[in-house]
C-alpha cells in the first residue's frame, strides 16, 4: 500500500525558509510525476511543484518560481520542498501527491495518491 507522509512545516516570518519533506513507501513507479500542492482557507488546492522522477526534470507553478525548488532522494524515496523568501501568501496546508493519470502535472483530481499534508505559516 503506497503511503505518502509529509513534515517539515510550521511558522516562519516572511523572508524566512522552510524544507518540507514527502516521504514514500510501497510505491513502485519509478517514472512518474511527484508534485506539491497547498490549499489555504477558502481557496481551491494549487499545485505548486512537480518532479519526473524518471529523469528529475521540474516544473513550477509562475507564483513560486526562482523561491522554490523540488528535487529528489532515490535512496531516501524523498521527494523535497525548499521554499525560500516565503511570503504570507505562501501560508497554507501544502501536500505531496504521486503518480499522475491526468494530462496536467497540475490537476489535482489527476493523481493517485495524496498524503496528509504539513501546514506552512508564514507571518509578516
Known amino acids: 500500500q503506497v503511503q505518502l507522509v509529509e513534515s517539515g512545516g510550521g511558522s516562519v516570518q516572511a523572508g524566512g525558509s522552510l524544507r518540507l519533506s514527502c516521504a514514500a513507501s510501497g510505491y513502485t513507479s519509478s517514472s512518474n510525476f511527484i508534485s506539491w500542492f497547498r490549499q489555504a482557507p477558502g481557496k481551491e488546492r494549487e499545485g505548486v511543484a512537480a518532479i519526473y522522477t524518471g529523469n528529475g526534470n521540474t516544473i513550477y507553478a509562475r507564483s513560486v518560481q526562482g523561491r522554490f525548488t523540488i528535487s529528489q532522494d532515490n535512496a531516501k524515496n524523498t521527494v523535497y520542498l525548499q521554499m525560500n523568501s516565503l511570503k504570507p501568501e505562501d501560508t497554507a496546508r501544502y501536500y505531496c501527491?504521486?503518480?499522475?493519470?491526468?494530462?496536467?502535472?497540475?490537476?489535482?483530481?489527476?493523481?493517485?495518491?495524496w498524503g496528509q499534508g504539513t501546514q506552512v505559516t508564514v507571518s509578516s
Open positions: 501527491a504521486a503518480e499522475l493519470r491526468a494530462a496536467r502535472w497540475s490537476d489535482p483530481g489527476g493523481y493517485n495518491y
